[in-house]
């Protein structure tokens, strides 16, 4: 079964500061995993995608990476500023015997101060 | 293009009632999948649709149910409300099931309060 976990649980920087999260993953056997953002009662918004066979994808002052083999990932944030605050969380892509899913971790609340 | 609806976005049960969620996809996806946010357990998944055919089942008791339609329109039920069941239900669409190189869009969800 697979199991996800994000480490820092919450988070508080200074604007400007950069900053990584972690996330890790006990099943290797993943086809994608994916970053979201979510805002206080809100839906998700998808940050970034990356592919099982990829290393890193970036966008914007977003970068993540992914070592498959070792079971992690790795968000970093350039620059931050307080828009940024919101709950990040990390989810993995399984194909299962039909179907599929994503399996996420609990995420880190992430503040940053003006 | 219009994403993820949910409707509604807001809904006060009591507990031994039933509930009806409905997700409309973004246009051209015939894959939903359906999640449950709590507090205590975080995001865990709930189903997963695709042709009107459920693909997969998350670890929920069979109060929890659903179905698709032939528009790729989702409802989920659940009967018998517990106070358990209060979270934030998150529909999501993609373009079919195992599409490795998409990402999953997700909805503004349905917040659930059972008292």
């Known amino acids: 079964k697979q199991e996800v976990t994000q480490i820092p649980a919450a988070l508080s920087v200074p604007e400007g500061e950069n900053l990584v999260l972690n996330c890790s993953f006990t099943?290797?056997?993943?086809?994608?995993l994916q970053w979201f953002r979510q805002d206080p009662g809100k839906g998700l918004t998808s940050l970034l995608l990356?592919?099982?066979?990829?290393r890193e994808q970036t966008s914007g002052r977003l970068n993540a990476s992914l070592d498959k083999s070792s079971g992690r990932s790795t968000l970093y944030i350039a620059a931050s500023q307080p828009g940024d605050s919101a709950t990040y969380l990390c989810?993995?892509?399984?194909?299962?015997?039909?179907?599929?899913?994503?399996?996420f971790g609990e995420g880190t609340q992430l503040t940053v101060n003006p | 293009k219009a994403g993820v609806t949910q409707t509604p976005r807001y809904l006060i049960k009591t507990r031994g009632q039933q509930v009806t969620l409905s997700c409309s996809p973004i246009?051209?996806?015939?894959?939903v999948s359906w999640y449950q946010q709590t507090p205590g357990q975080g995001l865990q998944f709930l189903f997963e649709?695709?042709?009107?055919?459920?693909?997969n089942k998350g670890n929920f008791p069979g109060r929890f149910s659903g179905r698709q339609f032939s528009n790729s329109r989702s409802e989920m039920n659940v009967s018998t409300l517990e106070l358990g069941d209060s979270a934030l239900y998150l529909c999501?669409?993609?373009?079919?099931?195992?599409?490795?190189?998409?990402?999953?869009?997700f909805g503004p969800g349905t917040r659930l309060l059972v008292l």
């Open positions: 999501a669409s993609s373009l079919a099931v195992g599409a490795t190189q998409e990402t999953q869009y």
């Open positions: 099943d290797s056997a993943i086809y994608n």
């Open positions: 990356i592919q099982s066979s990829q």
């Open positions: 989810a993995v892509y399984n194909k299962e015997t039909s179907g599929s899913r994503l399996t």
């Open positions: 246009s051209g996806h015939r894959s």
């Open positions: 649709y695709f042709s009107e055919t459920q693909r």
